[in-house]
């Protein structure tokens, strides 16, 4: 079979919140890539993923010679090569808020990382949050809120159609789905819920989902 234009380097689907992000937009794009994928679980991973990517971390993306790392990354280059396919937001104001909450989430958040990290299949719900979760919590709920109040009059997302800003808290969405089903108890309006509803929604979501159910049972048939 012919080696495909792009190659996209990811880890485990349940788990690899960063992987998600990628291959969220290029699939919903439409574009043909090959999928290697490493257990992040093995004794060697770091070695694997050295063979494909300089930082030694997941994702990457191969086209022919060129390699670009970190998620963001990988999205703004695909957004500078397919500007037709409207990756951000269209107004420039938009789109600046668009790429702030994207670094705020790129750069924090570190306390509902420790906490919760993505366990995509799982249902773990926390009865009672540490503070600094949730600060985050609090903080992701208002920015969601903002970016609907603000921008999301012509769709379900945060800017209204889905953008990188969307690929992004897909697997914050993850996140408070397993450990922290009731958001209301956090200041939540309906604004979190409905958004979390919608992503979810996403043919593309569900086949990664789907995909996780494989993962999980081929790691069980393994062991």
């Given at each position: 079979m012919a080696q495909s234009a792009y190659q996209l380097i990811i880890g485990n689907k349940n788990s690899s919140s960063w992987?998600?992000?990628?291959w969220l937009v290029m699939?919903?794009?439409?574009l043909s890539f090959d999928e290697i994928r490493i257990d992040l679980r093995a004794p060697d991973c770091k070695a694997q993923i050295l063979r494909h990517?300089?930082?030694?971390?997941?994702?990457?993306l191969k086209i022919g010679g060129l390699t670009?790392?970190?998620?963001l990354a990988i999205m703004e280059h695909?957004?500078?090569?397919?500007?037709?396919?409207?990756?951000?937001p269209e107004c420039s104001d938009a789109r600046s808020i668009a790429r702030s909450v994207c670094?705020?989430?790129h750069a924090g958040f570190a306390a509902l990382r420790e906490h919760c990290p993505m366990d995509f299949a799982a249902r773990k719900p926390m009865q009672r949050l540490p503070e600094p979760v949730e600060r985050d919590v609090r903080r992701i709920l208002a920015i969601w809120r903002d970016c609907r109040n603000c921008y999301g009059q012509n769709g379900a997302f945060l800017f209204g159609e889905f953008c990188c800003a969307d690929a992004v808290y897909a697997p914050v969405a993850s996140r408070?789905?397993?450990y922290i089903p009731d958001l209301g108890a956090y200041g939540d309006d309906g604004t979190a819920a409905a958004y979390i509803d919608e992503i979810f929604l996403l043919p593309e979501m569900q086949a990664w989902s789907d995909q996780v159910e494989s993962e999980l049972q081929a790691a069980t048939v393994e062991g």
């Open positions: 992987s998600l992000r990628p699939t919903r794009m439409g990517s300089p930082s030694g971390k997941v994702p990457a670009v790392w970190d998620s695909l957004a500078d090569r397919y500007p037709d396919a409207h990756l951000w670094l705020e989430m408070l789905r397993s």
